[in-house]
T-cell receptor, first 113, second 112 residues
């Protein structure tokens, strides 16, 4: 089935550790996005990529890094520089030249102990 | 900058009640407007969309009309069900190829 797969669904890490969240899509979409969701704050854009080997910072990029080496994959690394990393992270994809919808994965919940 | 403002929740209704969730936006030009729904523990799903003024998006009994004069895109449903309990997000996309900008979400709880 076509879709977006995020892993792991739940992740725990200790303070000071980096962690990488995986996002894979088989929808042949050019554009991919990472959002962070916190209670009462909605979704905030971390990074996005409109094409392989290119990506742009969103509104809250500090403490995060991404790569886009393959069209299907857009991993997000939460570094130790991120002050408050505990959150629900959502990956999405969509056609690059389109005013239509984004397709979302089921999310990854990161908890820092 | 561009932004979306939604009514704060939670909204608590009885089954078969009428639902309105207000959404207003600030944007330059003519953005596309969306409503997404998030069920517990899941990602977001597109509920409906409208790409130009006066367009009405509809799906699963939900409707929203793109009102440029009032910069609004209010979500309505005539008779809610328990299964409609979820978080609803209003969003805009200013132009093709850009990311969606979301409101803070409104939690709807429907009881039988």
């Amino acid at each position: 089935d076509g879709g977006i797969t995020q892993s792991p669904k739940y992740l725990f890490r200790k303070e000071g550790q980096n962690v990488t969240l995986s996002c894979e899509q088989n929808l042949n979409h050019d554009a991919m996005y990472w959002y962070r969701q916190d209670p009462g704050q909605g979704l905030r854009l971390i990074y996005y990529s409109q094409i392989v080997n290119d990506f742009q910072k969103g509104d809250i990029a500090e403490g995060y890094s991404v790569s886009r080496e393959k069209k299907e994959s857009f991993p997000l690394t939460v570094t130790s520089a991120q002050k408050n990393p505990t959150a629900f992270y959502l990956c999405a994809s969509g056609p690059r030249e389109n005013t239509g919808e984004l397709f979302f994965g089921e999310g990854s919940r990161l908890t820092v102990l | 900058g561009d932004s979306v403002t939604q009514m704060e929740g939670p909204v608590t209704l009885s089954e078969e009640a009428f639902l309105t969730i207000n959404c207003t936006y600030t944007a330059t030009g003519y953005p596309s407007l969306f409503w997404y729904v998030q069920y517990p523990g899941e990602g977001l799903q597109l509920l409906l969309k409208a790409t130009k003024a006066d367009d009405k998006g509809s799906n699963k009994g939900f409707e929203a009309t793109y009102r440029k004069e009032t910069t609004s895109f209010h979500l309505e449903k005539g008779s809610v069900q328990v299964s409609d309990s979820a978080v609803y997000f209003c969003a805009l996309r200013r132009q093709a190829g850009t990311a969606l900008i979301f409101g803070k979400g409104t939690t709807l709880s429907v009881s039988s």
